[in-house]
T-cell receptor, first 114, second 113 residues
Framework: GAGVSQSPSNKVTEKGKDVELRCDPI?????LYWYRQSLGQGLEFLIY????????KSGLPSDRFSAERTGGSVSTLTIQRTQQEDSAVYLC????????????FGPGTRLTVL | GENVEQHPSTLSVQEGDSAVIKCTYS??????FPWYKQELGKGPQLIID?????GEKKDQRIAVTLNKTAKHFSLHITETQPEDSAVYFC????????????FGQGTILTVHP
């Protein structure tokens, strides 16, 4: 079946612009996660949506970052007033029930801020 | 919060040799430990996971062992092949929020033909 998809695959923007990154989770998965991977680094947790519960935003690095998940499916990660240090690969994952359940990752969006 | 340390950062082996990657964690309440493989330009893919009610799990050439007393777990790949070359990440539960993962820094595995 279809896996997690993300768009765009690559995004180049200028410093100070806003960007939106999209994630389509696996159909029926109730949990959705955003991670950030800087060059040569591990994955840094950003935000976690589980069903209708309030999202866990504890990993968002600043108030320029926000995310929403509409209708329990598609999610959008928004970065306002982008900075060069925001350049990274942004990965989305989903899992069937959350908790200690397998997370399936999308291919990521590579963001470059000039 | 949870802290996961992974070693080594790079590992180079000859085809057919075994490879071992080790991780330690800090939260004694942790009970789920997945391993992911990431190939260039792709998202991480789960290759094996272990839960705290078992000490070892095997899947063909891949095995994971867990020592809860010492708070460490290891990935073992036997009979390595060039296609095993990738970045491998261990992970543990991410602390107070049940569900999020804390990842190790990754190990770049290179298998030489």
């Amino acid at each position: 079946g279809a896996g997690v998809s993300q768009s765009p695959s690559n995004k180049v923007t200028e410093k100070g612009k806003d960007v939106e990154l999209r994630c389509d989770p696996i159909s029926g998965h109730t949990a959705l996660y955003w991670y950030r991977q800087s060059l040569g680094q591990g994955l840094e947790f950003l935000i976690y949506f589980q069903g209708n519960s309030a999202p866990d935003k504890s990993g968002l690095p600043s108030d320029r970052f926000s995310a929403e998940r509409t209708g329990g499916s598609v999610s959008t990660l928004t970065i306002q007033r982008t900075q060069q240090e925001d350049s990274a690969v942004y990965l989305c994952a989903s899992s069937l029930v959350g908790g200690a359940d397998t997370q399936y990752f999308g291919p990521g969006t590579r963001l470059t801020v000039l | 919060g949870e802290n996961v340390e992974q070693h080594p950062s790079t590992l180079s082996v000859q085809e057919g040799d075994s490879a071992v990657i080790k991780c330690t964690y800090s939260d004694s309440a942790s009970n789920y430990f997945p391993w992911y493989k990431q190939e260039l330009g792709k998202g991480p893919q789960l290759i094996i996971d272990i839960r705290s009610n078992v000490g070892e799990k095997k899947d063909q050439r891949i095995a994971v062992t867990l020592n809860k007393t010492a708070k460490h777990f290891s990935l073992h790949i036997t009979e390595t092949q060039p296609e095993d070359s990738a970045v491998y990440f261990c992970a543990g539960p991410g602390g107070t929020s049940y569900g999020k993962l804390t990842f190790g820094q990754g190990t770049i595995l290179t298998v030489h033909p």
